[in-house]
């Protein structure tokens, strides 16, 4: 098989930083029980600013730290969440801006774990087309534009930004395990548009959305505490799938990098899996939940740092609304 090897990451995080202490100011809450209870301290917060646009920023990044050009680039998956439009896509705003001639753009919607899904499907694209050989996979998020910053149970959790990856044909194959728990969707979610056209009696329309109530408007609806049982159990099933594929056992990765949700859930799925805490990668306190882009920001500030090594083995595992999750195996 085909395998994809990392060229390179870039990301933009937005300049305006929100810390804890801001928030003591708009909701009933305390430094000691955001750090506490999921490990966050500040966020970045985008300041009105599309999407694309922060996506365009870390795509230069990434493209930048590969050494390639944006003619070379064969494939743009977007990943996110939050894109500016309903059409047309983020990827193909992205495509027209970075000059992408040859490429094609696709965006998916696979909440949090969308980094590791378009990894996948880069992987599959690039071993089964031969049109396909480089790939730029774009995660720019605006989240905090679904959240209500009255309601202190999910306004402290998130932040904006992006994290983008250029991969290319050659070195190993991906080894990726992807699932669904598609009963428990109406655990998290915000919806799109409003209820009703011009012609819905709005009682009609409340009456067809039963199933997803839009009491919180454009705003995000979660139930955290059921989500976080999901993700603890979630983690560690689908990295330690994901390894089996890879013939390797978790403890024998070099590195994880896990959805940066709540510093909790990440300690819980890496005891389970049985790894070495020290192998995992952690940039919460900074940055929150910055759903897809979280992956390849810490991409990112890995090769900045200079940790990432020819050669090492690298597990990258995502949860989200779906419910969704999904891991991979990575050999840089
Ligand atoms: N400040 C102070 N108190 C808060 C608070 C805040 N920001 N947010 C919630 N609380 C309160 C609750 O109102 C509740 O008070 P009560 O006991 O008087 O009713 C209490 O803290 C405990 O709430 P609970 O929801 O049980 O807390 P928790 O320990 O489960 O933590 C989350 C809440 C949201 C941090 C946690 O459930 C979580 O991280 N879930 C997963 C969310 C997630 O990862 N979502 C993204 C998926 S990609």
Redesign the pocket.
């Known amino acids: 098989m085909i395998g994809i090897k990392l060229l390179g990451a870039g990301m933009y995080l937005p300049p305006k930083i929100v810390d804890n202490e801001d928030f003591t100011k708009i909701?009933?809450?305390?430094d000691e029980?955001?750090t506490k209870?999921?490990g966050i301290k500040r966020r970045h917060l985008s300041e009105g600013e599309y999407t694309w646009s922060m996506g365009l920023k870390a795509a230069k990044n990434a493209i930048e730290n590969a050494k390639i050009n944006p003619l070379d680039i064969d494939m743009i998956i977007a990943t996110t969440v939050s894109a500016d439009f309903a059409f047309p896509s983020v990827s193909n705003i992205i495509q027209g801006k970075l000059e992408a001639k040859n490429a094609f753009g696709i965006d998916i919607s696979c909440?949090?774990a969308g980094f590791v899904y378009g990894l996948d499907m880069a992987s599959r694209y690039i071993a089964t087309n031969d049109d396909v050989k480089t790939v730029l996979i774009v995660s720019p998020e605006n989240v905090t534009k679904t959240v209500d910053y009255s309601d202190?149970?999910?306004c402290?959790?998130f932040g904006d930004g992006a994290g983008a990856v250029v991969v290319t044909a050659g070195g190993e194959p991906l080894y990726s395990y992807l699932g669904t728990d598609g009963t428990g969707a109406e655990l998290?979610y915000a919806h799109l548009y409003p209820a009703s056209n011009g012609f819905t009696d709005s009682e009609k329309a409340k009456e067809n959305q039963k199933a997803f109530p839009n009491e919180t408007g454009r705003y995000m609806y979660?139930d955290?505490?059921e989500?976080?049982k999901f993700?603890i159990k979630a983690m560690p099933e689908a990295m330690e799938k994901a390894c089996k594929k890879a013939g390797i056992k978790p403890s024998d990765l070099d590195l994880i990098i896990p959805?940066q949700?709540?510093i909790r859930?990440i300690d819980t799925a890496i005891k389970n899996l049985g790894v070495d805490k020290e192998k995992v990668y952690v940039n919460i306190k900074e940055t929150g939940?910055i759903?897809a882009a979280c992956i390849p920001v810490c991409l990112s500030q890995l090769i900045e740092q200079g940790k990432l090594k020819p050669g090492q083995k690298v597990g990258m595992v995502g949860?989200?609304?779906g419910l969704i999750y999904g891991a991979a195996v990575l050999t840089v």
């Open positions: 909701v009933d809450t305390s029980w955001i209870r999921t909440a949090c202190r149970s999910t402290v959790l998290l979660m955290g505490p989500v976080y993700a959805h949700a709540n859930i939940n759903s949860f989200g609304a």
